[in-house]
């Protein structure tokens, strides 16, 4: 008869350790760790891994035992290191973001916000008729001109970084406007409502406008408003984002069928300019986000004065794949628009405005004001906040720096500690996992050819008589591209990839790690039964200690 307990190789095949050999040890009970060792020889020579018999072949001498220990440890130290660099690689490119469709159609992709700003942030006839409302207050009236020159103080509201030395002059008028400049119901100088009541008013500025080569009203729900940006008051198209759908036909993928502004550059109205050109400020951003490019995903071009304008907008669709819901956005590294808890414009998440919001909470804190630019429905909390005026110009302008600066991570770069312990950080704001990112190129011609081009019944003493510029908004291609943000591998590319790492290093294989689970599970059931006998034994005991009959003398 065959004795499969020495002819088999199957661990499986190991012999019961609590069944006493015959005329083995009579009447002495092995203990659990010197048949631990016992069996874990027969592990070494039985397990289907290649080579670790080899540590226990009577043939080898102790000399060749020991190379073979010294190879297998090497082995395992080796295949440690490669798995942990693997799995170092694997964590961090575990998102990617691909390129999904090259020709995605532009019908597809929301158009964008259009804020036209002038130059000019004061109007001189606004400024006019609120210089007569201050001197009709004022108790010891001064001339006109003086309240003019003194309004062009406002404009470092826009501009509060620049070093002058007439701080005492603004501070002194701001405590004028203070008593004199507020209405009967407002307790503190309302900064917004006058910058806005100064600002240029767009339907003086804004002239025609077509949409498809074909007139439409400048000023309406679908066209034109007034909405603050980083200028202030400025024009805004496509405000409300009624262009995020549309169909073949709506393309606006030509210069003529895009949007077309017919704009009155005249510098008569100037008393406060902000920048150092003679035309105006455009700014290219989504239309739920704040206009301004220090939150980033906004773009502004400064076309010139008596000049039309191209502007040829680029656009990529970033999408994410809707399996990733299911990991945490700091794992994914962005935001679904309806995951955040933050209150946002319009009620949809973007990473713009969460860099705003982050900016408005530091500004608070730091000069206890909000600047009247900024829109309400990103501040916290509401409650004792007041908009900076003249008084907190210089406060506004000690933090620039931080403030144009934003870091969302902090990472060591030797040289730039300084900067990097001054700038803004806001940690909590990642990106928009479905977002749209924009670029513009521009290019310009003289009026003279959009004058030239004119229809006789489109001639009147209004255009001819004004410093005119043009401006043409469209996308520069009839497609997109289009990338989408998806998982890099997959559970069973993981599973290969240590599974070949494993072979090729210690030959392992799925019957090798049974083996080995059946060997360890055996000895840990043993030993929480033995632990489990040890305790009935020591109840027993105490039991029939207790039942004892002591005899005392």
Known sequence: MVNIESTSNAIWWIKNPSAAKAGGGAGRKASLGSRFCLDMVELLRNISLQGYSKL???????????????????????????????????????????LKDPLYPVENVPFPAVSICSNNRISMRAATRYALELQRNDPSPREL?????????????????????????????????????????????????????????????????????????????????????????????????????????????????????????????????????????????????????SSSNALEMFPGQRQE??????????????????????NRRCYFHSESNMRMMNSVYTFPNCITRCRIRSIIALCNCLPFQLPLELVENLEGVVYCTLSHVTCLGQYQFKWNNVLTERLRIPGLEREIEEALYCPQCLPSCNDVQYRVSMSELPIDTYLANLKPDEYNDTLLGSDLSVLRV?????????YMRLLNNEWFEIFSTIGNILSIFMGFSLVAIFEALFFFCKYIYMGCCRIIDLSRANSKAKMLNARKLHICP
């Open 309 to 330: 304008s191209f502007l040829k907008i680029f656009a990529r669709v970033i999408d994410t794949d809707k399996n990733l819901h299911s990991f945490s956005p700091f």
């Open 474 to 482: 469209f996308f520069g291609q009839p497609h997109a591209q289009l």
């Open 145 to 293: 001109k003086y309240y003019l020159d003194m309004l062009k103080y406002l404009r470092k509201l826009y501009i509060p970084g620049d070093r002058d030395s007439d701080v005492d002059d603004y501070v002194n008028f701001q405590a004028f406007l203070d008593i004199f400049g507020t209405w009967n119901n407002e307790t503190f100088f309302d900064t917004r409502r006058i910058m806005r009541m100064l600002a240029p008013n767009c339907r003086d500025y804004i002239m025609k406008c077509s949409l498809r080569n074909v007139d439409i009203p400048c000023f309406s729900d679908s066209a034109f408003q007034s909405s603050l940006t980083k200028y202030g008051p400025c024009c805004t198209f496509n405000g409300k984002n009624r262009l995020k759908r549309r169909d073949f036909k709506n393309r606006f993928a030509d210069s003529a069928l895009g949007l077309t502004v017919v704009l009155n550059s005249s510098h008569a109205d100037y008393l406060a300019p902000i920048l150092n050109t003679n035309g105006y400020v455009v700014i290219i951003h989504d239309a739920d986000n704040y206009a301004s490019i």
């Open 56 to 98: 226990l072949a009577s043939e080898l001498t102790l000399a060749e035992r020991l190379i073979w220990l010294l190879v297998h440890t090497t082995t395992f130290i080796s295949m440690v290191a490669v798995l942990l660099l693997t799995w170092e690689q694997f964590i961090a490119q575990y998102f990617v973001i691909n």
